[in-house]
């Protein structure tokens, strides 16, 4: 079993920044892929972004590219998710996920995951 705890959420004005961060328990964390989830209220769980194995290869979902970074230390078994001129509609619950063997079609689907966080709100003001 594999301990995911997410921290660095909060209340924001638009445009403003966040950072979260996620840190894990498992020693084999430079062997998974990290993967960062939304979901809002009424909303099916939406990808955000993802670092496979050593960081090299990133993937950001179409509603966030260019104002959110995932970075990742593998010395320190974390991954944070830096998020920039925030919108209202980034209001969610973000979650950290964990997915050993995770190839690339399966980079942004919620269910390829095995180990979920318990999850951070961010909420944007308008």
């Known amino acids: 079993q594999v301990q995911l705890v997410e921290s660095g959420g909060g209340l924001v004005q638009a445009g403003g920044s966040l950072r979260l961060s996620c840190a894990a328990s498992?020693?084999?964390?430079?062997?998974?892929?990290m993967a960062w989830f939304r979901q809002a209220p009424g909303k099916e769980r939406e990808f955000v972004a993802a670092?496979?194995?050593?960081?090299?290869?990133?993937h950001y979902g179409d509603s966030v590219k260019g104002r959110v970074t995932i970075s990742r230390d593998n010395a320190k078994s974390t991954v944070d998710l830096q998020m920039n001129s925030l919108k209202p509609e980034d209001t969610a619950v973000y979650y950290c996920?964990?997915?050993?063997?995770?190839?690339?079609?399966?980079?942004?689907?919620?269910?390829?995951?095995?180990?979920w966080g318990q999850g951070t709100q961010v909420t944007v003001s308008s």
């Open positions: 996920a964990a997915g050993p063997g995770i190839i690339l079609y399966q980079i942004g689907v919620p269910t390829a995951y095995r180990y």
């Open positions: 498992t020693s084999n964390f430079r062997t998974y892929a």
């Open positions: 670092s496979r194995r050593s960081g090299g290869t990133t």
